[in-house]
C-alpha cells in the first residue's frame, strides 16, 4: 500500500483510533493476531521482575505475602530473592536469620508458595549479597591468590633452614597459632645474578570515552600518617617518567612525555607538557627509597586533560567509582592488607596514610633475560617450608610462591550470613557451593519443577584479589600446552627474556584465568542448576572496566549460561546492555536481561525520568529489565523504609506506586516486541582473542556510519558456530551477516586465522588488517611464522592503501575501505534513517524480524518534541504504529516507498519513542479497541485532510485520523483548585490553590515537603454543544511531576506519566456540572529533606541518610518540582 508523503507541520489535539486484538501468544515469532493481543496483555516473560531485597535477612511473613500481591497488581512477572546487608549508619534495622537457615528456609519456602498461587516466578541470588559463599565454604573451597617473597644468598654455600613465608592478607584464615589455614607451595626459584627493572610501573586506562589530550601531571608525595611507624615519607625524594599511548598498553605503543623529580615535601607538584591525545599513560617511579623500609611510596597521580579534568582518577567526580582504571603495575600487592598500601590507592582521590597511598613491597622487580638459568627449587623445600639447596657461586635471588587464600568476603551480608567468597576458577568450590544451596531448598520445597521457583541467579563478578586456584598450573599447561613454572617471576611484576615475551605470558595468563572463570564457575553452575530443573541467571559479563575488571572473556561467560544479564545505572558511566545483547544473539540465548537503573540518587525519579533510560538500553538491545531494587519492609506503615543503600528504588514502599502500572506495562510492551524473532545488523565485529575481553556501549563506528546496527563476536563463536550461506556469515539460530570485521590489531590467535580462511573460501568478506603475528607463547614462534604466511595468502597485494581488496575462493578480504562504501556497493544502504527540519533532532533505533515482519522501536533522544521522516529498510510491506504506552495500534496516515525503502512521517514526543511494525499487505486487520491520547507520538497528520472514522467495532483496514475540529478552541482550566492531603503527614486535610504551583513554592511547610498523592478537585461545567456525538472532549494537564490519575464523575480515565499528559475524558462527561479530580504524586525526596531540615517529629523511616551521589545530606538536598503545574486546558476535537 502508498501513501503520500506528508506534510509535517504539527497537529495539536490530533487522535488516533488505536487497534488491538486479542489472542493466543507464542513465545517468539507470534502469527499476527497473538503478536497484537501479547502486545496489548504482555505474558509474564516479558514483565519486569524486581531484585527483592531481604535487608540484614529480615522479613516478615504478611508484609511478604502483601508485598506479591502488590507486585501482582501492578505488572512485575517476577521477584529474586536477595538476602543484603543494610548500609545503616543509625543501626535502626534489626538483624534477620542466617541466610539458608531454618527461618530463612521457611521464608523462601513461603515466598515460593505465596508467587505459585499468584503466578509470579521467583529466582534466588546465590548468597547473602554477591560473589558467591557463605559461612558454609571451608577455605579449600574459598577464593585463594598467589603471594610470593624473595630474600637474596650469595654462593658458594649451604642453605638449609625454613624460607620465609610471603605476607598474606590479614583477612586470610588461620588456626589458633596463626599459621595460615590453607597454604600449598607452588614453586620455589632462584635466579642468578639478578638484574633489576629502573622502577616501578603503572599503566592507567584514562576515564571513558577514553581518548583525551593532555597536557600535564600532578604528584604527591604521601604523608603517612602515622610517622613513628612509617617514617616521614614525604621527605624522599624521586625521579620518574611519564609516557602515554594512544592504541594499546604494548611496551612499544607508549613515548614519554615528562622525565622529572618529586622534590621531597608533601604538597601538589605540577609538570606540564605540550598537549599530547592519550587513551593509556604509565608512570615509572625510578629511584625514592625510604631507606626505613626500603620502599618507594607516593600519595596520588593525576593526569589531567586541557580542561584541567583529572582523567585517572579512580573515582567519578560525582561519588561513583566509574572511572580510570589500574591496568598493570609492577608491584600490586601491600604488606599490611588488601588495602593498605596497594598500587590502587595511586590514583584514588586520597593523598596520606597508609588506605590513602601506595608503597612497594621491595625493591623494584627483576629483569631475567635468560629463563633457562632459573632453577627450580621446589622439590628441595619439604613440608615445613624449609629449603635444602647448595648455593652455586654468585649472587642469587629465591622467590618463593604460595598459593593461600585471599579471605576476601562476601560483600554485604546480613549480619548473620558472613563468610568467605568461593575460589571461582574451582569446580570443585562452585559445585560444593551450588550442591549446598540446592540440597537445602530441595528440603524446604520439594521438586522445583513444581513450583515458582525457576532460576538461581548469580550477582556480578567483583572480587580484586582471587588471582589463582590451588591446580592452576595443571590446568595452564593442559590448557596452554607448557610450563608456566619459569614464568611465574612475571606475576611478581618481573620481565622474562624481555617484555614482548612477557606480554605473551601475561596473554596466556590472562587467557587462562578467564577460561576457567567460564567453565569452573559459569558453566559448572549452570549444568547444576539445569540438573535441578532451574536456569541460571547471571551478570557474566560485568560490570567490567572501570568499575572492576571482570578476568573474563565477557561474551564467553555470558554464553556458558542461560540467561545472561548486563546492567546500566542512572548518571553512571556503567553501561553493559550492548555487550549483553550481543552475547544473547551470538548464543541465541533469546533474552538480554538488565539490572536497570542502579543508581545511589534515592527517590529522586519518576517514570518520565527513567524512560530515555530504558528507551537507550532498548535501542542498545535490552528486552527484560530487572529493577534495582525493591527493599522489603517488614513494616506495613514505615516510608520509605529500609532499602538497599543503591538503587532506583521499586516497589510498594514508593510513593508514586499506586499510580505504577503504565510505566511497568510501557516496558514489559517494549520487552515482548523486542523478544520477537531475531536481532538485525549488517556488521560483525570480532573483538580479538585477549582473555580479559568486554564489549563497549553501543556507538557509530565512523566507518560505518548512522544507520547500520552491528554485533561483537567472540573466539568461541567464530570458530563453533559461525559459518556462510549465501554470501552472509551465519550462525545455528538464525542470526546473519553481511561482514566480519577484524580489530585493528597486528595480533591473532591462529586457529581463528585458520577459521578465517574456511570462512573467505566459502563466500565471506572479511573487513580488517592485515596480522602479522600470533599471541601468547602456545607454539611461539613457530606460529608467528604459520600466521604470517596465511596471511599473506589471505591479503595477498591488498595493503590497505593502494590495493583495497583481494579475492579469495568464493569470497573476499578488505582492509582500508569504510565499511559503509562496503555495504553499500553490495546494495545494502542504512537500516535506519531520517531527515528532519531540526537540525539538533536525534533519534536512536533498532530492528528485529520475526518470520514476515519487521519490528523498528524509534526513540527521541531529546526532551523536546521531534519531527521527521524516517526511512526503514523494507518494502512491500505495510507499516503501522505501535503504541507501548497504551497497548493501541494505528495505521500511519501517510507513508511512501521507493527504491526497497518506506519512509514514514514521524512526531515523537519528549524523549517519545514508537514501534513501528511492518507485515505484508492484505492481511485482516484488527478490530477498534479504544481513543488514544491526543497528539499521539509516533503519529504525524496526513495531509489529506478528515478522513472517515469507523467506531462501531467492525473489522477495518485502517486506521483514521481524527482532525481537528472547527468548534470551540481550547479553553485553559483556571483555578481556584482544592488540594487534598492524606491524613499523618503534617499537612492540612485540604488546601486552596488560588493557581497552579509546585508544592514546594506553598509558604506551608507541611505543603512544601509533602510526599505523597495529593487530590486537586474542581467542578467543570460542560455544555451539550460540547459533547455532540461528533466531537470528543481531551483534558490536557499541561505539565505534571511525577504522575497523574484523572477522575472524572467517579470515574478513572487513566494515569499518565509521559507527555503529553492528556486524557480524553468524552465518555465519562456529562451535560451541567462535572466532578473532577486529578491525583498526583510524586517521590519521597522533599519529605525526606523537610525531615532533615525541621525540628520536631520525623514522617519518614529510613536507613538511608545521603541522596543523589550517596554523598549528599538530606538536609543539603535540593527540593523537586511537586505537584499539577499546568496549564490545564480543555480541548474539543471534532471526528
Given at each position: ?312 582518577l579512580a573515582y567519578h567526580p560525582d561519588g561513583s567509582r566509574t572511572a580510570a582504571s589500574l591496568v598493570h603495575c609492577s608491584s600490586a600487592l601491600g604488606t599490611e592488607t588488601e588495602r593498605n598500601w596497594t598500587a590502587a590507592n595511586i590514583h584514588d582521590g586520597r593523598k596520606s596514610g597508609a588506605i590513602g597511598s601506595w608503597s ?67 569446580a570443585e568450590a562452585t559445585k560444593f557451593h551450588f550442591q549446598y544451596l540446592l540440597d537445602k531448598l530441595r528440603q524446604e520445597l520439594g521438586d522445583f519443577r513444581e513450583t515458582a521457583l525457576k532460576q538461581m541467579y548469580v550477582c556480578s563478578y567483583e572480587l580484586s584479589g582471587s588471582t589463582w586456584t590451588p591446580d592452576f598450573l ?567 511531576r511525577f504522575l497523574a490519575e484523572v477522575y472524572l464523575n467517579g470515574r478513572s480515565l487513566g494515569i499518565v506519566w509521559k507527555p503529553p499528559f492528556q486524557v480524553d475524558i468524552t465518555e465519562a462527561a456529562k451535560a451541567g456540572v462535572n466532578e473532577l479530580v486529578v491525583e498526583v504524586a510524586n517521590t519521597w525526596s522533599n519529605r ?48
Amino acid at each position: 500500500m502508498r501513501g503520500h508523503l506528508m506534510n509535517t507541520n504539527r497537529l495539536v489535539g490530533m487522535l488516533i483510533l488505536g487497534l488491538v486484538l486479542l489472542g493466543s501468544l507464542p513465545s517468539r515469532g507470534a502469527e499476527p493476531a497473538a503478536l497484537a493481543a501479547g502486545f496489548h496483555e504482555p505474558p509474564l516473560a516479558a514483565r519486569p521482575s524486581v531484585y527483592w531485597a531481604w535487608i540484614n535477612g529480615l522479613t516478615d511473613r504478611d508484609q511478604r505475602t502483601r508485598e506479591l500481591e502488590e507486585f501482582k497488581a501492578k505488572g512485575i512477572g517476577g521477584v529474586y530473592i536477595f538476602d543484603v546487608g543494610a548500609q545503616d549508619p543509625q543501626k535502626i534495622v534489626p538483624a534477620g536469620p542466617a541466610f539458608m537457615g531454618p527461618e530463612s528456609l521457611q521464608a523462601i519456602g513461603h515466598t515460593v508458595r505465596e508467587a505459585t498461587r499468584l503466578g509470579l516466578e521467583v529466582g534466588l541470588i546465590t548468597s547473602s549479597s554477591w560473589n558467591c559463599g557463605g559461612p558454609w565454604i571451608p577455605p579449600r573451597y574459598a577464593s585463594m591468590g598467589l603471594y610470593h617473597n624473595q630474600m637474596t644468598v650469595k654462593g658458594p654455600t649451604r642453605l638449609s633452614e625454613p624460607l620465609p613465608l610471603p605476607a598474606l592478607p590479614n583477612a586470610a584464615p588461620r588456626d589458633p597459632d596463626g599459621r595460615p589455614v590453607f597454604l600449598k607451595e607452588v614453586a620455589v626459584l632462584a635466579v642468578p645474578n639478578p638484574k633489576r627493572a629502573p622502577g616501578h610501573e603503572f599503566v592507567i586506562e584514562l576515564a571513558p570515552p577514553g581518548l583525551h589530550t593532555l597536557d600535564r601531571v600532578v604528584l604527591y608525595n604521601t604523608d603517612s600518617g602515622d610517622e613513628k611507624r612509617y617514617g616521614p615519607l614525604h621527605l624522599y625524594a624521586k625521579d620518574f617518567v611519564v609516557s602515554v599511548s594512544t592504541t594499546t598498553t604494548d611496551p612499544d605503543a607508549f613515548h614519554p612525555v615528562v622525565r622529572a623529580g618529586l622534590e621531597p615535601h608533601a604538597n601538589a607538584q605540577t609538570f606540564p607538557f605540550a598537549a599530547v591525545p592519550a587513551r593509556y599513560v604509565k608512570l615509572v617511579i625510578l629511584s625514592g627509597h625510604n631507606t626505613k623500609f626500603d620502599r618507594v611510596q607516593l600519595a596520588e597521580f593525576e593526569v589531567h586533560a586541557t580542561d584541567a579534568t583529572n582523567v585517572a582518577l579512580a573515582y567519578h567526580p560525582d561519588g561513583s567509582r566509574t572511572a580510570a582504571s589500574l591496568v598493570h603495575c609492577s608491584s600490586a600487592l601491600g604488606t599490611e592488607t588488601e588495602r593498605n598500601w596497594t598500587a590502587a590507592n595511586i590514583h584514588d582521590g586520597r593523598k596520606s596514610g597508609a588506605i590513602g597511598s601506595w608503597s612497594s613491597p621491595g625493591p623494584p622487580p627483576l629483569i631475567i633475560e635468560d629463563p633457562e638459568a632459573i632453577v627450580d627449587l621446589t622439590g628441595r623445600v619439604d613440608a615445613e617450608g624449609r629449603l635444602d639447596w647448595d648455593v652455586p657461586a654468585g649472587e642469587w635471588t629465591i622467590l618463593r610462591f604460595v598459593c593461600a587464600n585471599t579471605g576476601l568476603p562476601l560483600r554485604l551480608p546480613s549480619p548473620n550470613s558472613g563468610g568467605l567468597a568461593i575460589d571461582h576458577f574451582n569446580a570443585e568450590a562452585t559445585k560444593f557451593h551450588f550442591q549446598y544451596l540446592l540440597d537445602k531448598l530441595r528440603q524446604e520445597l520439594g521438586d522445583f519443577r513444581e513450583t515458582a521457583l525457576k532460576q538461581m541467579y548469580v550477582c556480578s563478578y567483583e572480587l580484586s584479589g582471587s588471582t589463582w586456584t590451588p591446580d592452576f598450573l595443571a590446568q595452564f599447561q593442559r590448557r596452554r600446552g607448557y610450563d608456566l613454572a619459569r614464568f611465574l617471576p612475571v606475576l611478581a611484576g618481573c620481565v622474562v627474556q624481555n617484555p614482548q615475551v612477557t606480554a605473551r605470558f601475561h596473554y596466556d595468563y590472562r587467557k587462562t584465568l578467564g577460561d576457567l572463570l567460564v567453565d569452573a564457575f559459569y558453566r559448572t553452575a549452570t549444568e547444576l542448576s539445569n540438573e535441578h530443573g532451574l536456569l541460571l541467571c547471571a551478570e557474566a559479563g560485568g560490570p567490567g572496566a572501570p568499575l572492576h575488571q571482570v578476568p573474563v572473556d565477557a561474551l564467553k561467560a555470558q554464553g556458558a549460561i542461560d540467561i545472561p544479564r548486563g546492567e546500566f545505572w542512572k548518571d553512571h558511566n556503567v553501561w553493559v546492555v550492548k555487550e549483553t545483547a550481543c552475547a544473547s544473539h551470538i548464543y541465541g540465548k533469546g533474552i538480554v536481561d538488565m539490572e536497570a537503573f542502579t543508581s545511589w540518587r534515592h527517590w529522586q525519579d519518576g517514570p518520565f525520568d527513567l524512560k530515555s533510560l530504558a528507551d537507550q538500553a532498548f535501542c542498545d538491545g535490552a528486552n527484560h529489565f530487572t529493577l534495582h531494587t525493591c527493599g522489603h519492609n517488614p513494616s506495613a506503615t514505615d516510608r520509605p523504609g529500609w532499602v538497599y543503600h543503591a538503587g532506583t528504588h521499586a516497589g510498594p514502599s514508593l510513593a508514586w506506586w499506586p499510580k505504577a502500572k503504565p510505566w511497568l506495562d510501557y516496558l514489559s510492551r517494549c520487552s515482548y516486541l523486542l523478544q520477537q524473532g531475531l536481532f538485525v545488523g549488517d556488521v560483525c565485529y570480532y573483538y580479538g582473542d585477549q582473555g580479559f575481553n568486554f564489549v563497549p556501549p553501543k556507538q557509530i563506528d565512523p566507518a560505518l556510519g548512522y544507520g547500520y546496527d552491528y554485533d561483537v563476536t567472540n573466539a568461541e563463536v567464530l570458530l563453533t558456530r559461525m559459518s556462510v550461506k549465501d554470501g552472509r556469515l551465519v550462525l545455528p539460530d538464525g542470526m546473519s551477516y553481511e561482514l566480519l570485521v577484524l580489530p585493528e590489531r597486528d595480533d591473532i590467535d591462529l586457529p581463528v586465522l585458520q577459521k578465517i580462511e574456511q570462512l573467505v573460501q566459502a563466500g565471506a568478506t572479511v573487513v580488517g588488517p592485515k596480522p602479522m603475528r600470533s599471541n601468547g607463547l602456545t607454539g611461539y614462534p613457530r606460529r608467528d611464522t604459520q600466521v604470517r604466511e596465511m596471511a599473506q595468502k589471505l591479503w595477498g597485494r591488498c595493503d590497505g592503501k593502494e590495493h583495497k581488496e583481494n579475492p579469495c575462493g568464493q569470497g573476499k578480504i578488505v582492509w582500508g575501505a569504510s565499511l559503509r562504501e562496503i555495504l553499500q556497493t553490495r546494495g545494502l544502504g542504512p537500516d535506519f534513517g531520517f531527515v528532519s527540519d531540526d537540525k539538533d533532532c536525534d533519534l536512536d533505533y533498532i530492528h528485529r524480524r520475526a518470520g514476515d515482519t519487521d519490528i523498528y522501536f524509534v526513540s527521541n533522544r531529546r526532551e523536546q518534541w521531534q519531527e521527521a521522516t524516517c526511512s526503514f529498510r523494507v518494502s512491500g510491506k505495510v507499516p503501522r504504529l505501535w503504541l507501548p504506552d497504551t497497548g493501541a495500534i494505528a495505521s500511519c496516515p501517510s507513508y511512501e516507498q521507493a527504491g526497497g525503502v518506506t519512509r514514514v512521517p514521524l512526531q515523537l514526543a519528549p524523549f517519545g519513542s514508537v514501534f513501528v511494525v511492518f507485515q505484508p499487505a492484505g492481511r485482516r486487520a484488527a478490530r477498534v479497541a479504544g481513543i488514544l491520547p491526543a497528539r499521539v507520538e509516533g503519529v504525524s497528520p496526513s495531509s489529506r485532510g478528515p478522513e472517515a472514522l469507523d467506531t462501531r467495532g467492525r473489522d477495518v483496514r485502517d486506521t483514521r485520523a481524527i482532525a481537528p475540529g472547527s468548534g470551540e478552541a481550547a479553553r485553559e482550566i483556571d483555578g481556584p483548585w482544592q488540594v487534598r492531603f492524606p491524613p499523618g503527614w503534617g499537612v492540612p486535610a485540604s488546601k486552596a490553590f488560588p493557581q497552579l504551583i509546585s508544592w514546594t513554592e506553598d509558604s506551608d511547610e507541611g505543603v512544601k515537603y509533602f510526599s505523597g498523592i495529593a487530590a486537586y478537585h474542581k467542578t467543570l461545567d460542560l455544555t451539550a454543544e460540547q459533547l455532540k456525538a461528533d466531537q470528543r472532549l481531551v483534558l490536557d494537564l499541561g505539565r505534571v511531576r511525577f504522575l497523574a490519575e484523572v477522575y472524572l464523575n467517579g470515574r478513572s480515565l487513566g494515569i499518565v506519566w509521559k507527555p503529553p499528559f492528556q486524557v480524553d475524558i468524552t465518555e465519562a462527561a456529562k451535560a451541567g456540572v462535572n466532578e473532577l479530580v486529578v491525583e498526583v504524586a510524586n517521590t519521597w525526596s522533599n519529605r525526606l529533606v523537610g525531615d532533615a531540615r525541621t525540628e520536631g517529629r520525623d514522617f519518614c523511616r529510613t536507613n538511608i541518610i545521603r541522596s543523589l551521589t550517596w554523598t549528599v545530606p538530606w538536609k543539603d538536598t535540593p527540593l523537586l518540582e511537586s505537584g499539577l503545574l499546568g496549564p490545564v486546558r480543555l480541548i474539543s476535537v471534532r471526528e
